[in-house]
C-alpha cells in the first residue's frame, strides 16, 4: 500500500465508519481496501498524546466521541 493511500485511509476512518471509509477508498481511488484493513492501519498507527498548555474549564461536543484523560483517583 503507498503512503498516499494509506493516509487517504486514515483521514477518512477518521471521519467515518470503516466500512463507509472503505466504499469511499474504492469510490476515490477505484482500489479495495477492505474496512477490517482500515481498522488495523489506523490500530497500528503511534498517535502521540497531546499536551494541554492551560487547564481546560469547558469542553463541548457535537456529536462525536472524545476520550477525556485524567489522573488516577
Known amino acids: 500500500m503507498s503512503p498516499h493511500l494509506e493516509n487517504c485511509c486514515l483521514r477518512l476512518s477518521a471521519n467515518v465508519a ?3 471509509a472503505a466504499k469511499d477508498i474504492e469510490y476515490i481511488t ?3 481496501v ?3 484493513t ?3 492501519l489506523v ?3 503511534k498517535f ?3 499536551i494541554a498548555t492551560a487547564d481546560i474549564a ?3 461536543v457535537d456529536g462525536g466521541k472524545a476520550r477525556l ?3 488516577l483517583g
Open 38 to 40: 482500515q481498522q488495523r
Open 43 to 45: 490500530h497500528y498507527q
Open 30 to 32: 477505484g482500489i479495495t
Open 34 to 36: 477492505p474496512a477490517k
Open 58 to 60: 469547558e469542553l463541548s
Open 48 to 50: 502521540e498524546q497531546p
Open 18 to 20: 470503516y466500512q463507509n
Open 69 to 71: 484523560i485524567t489522573p
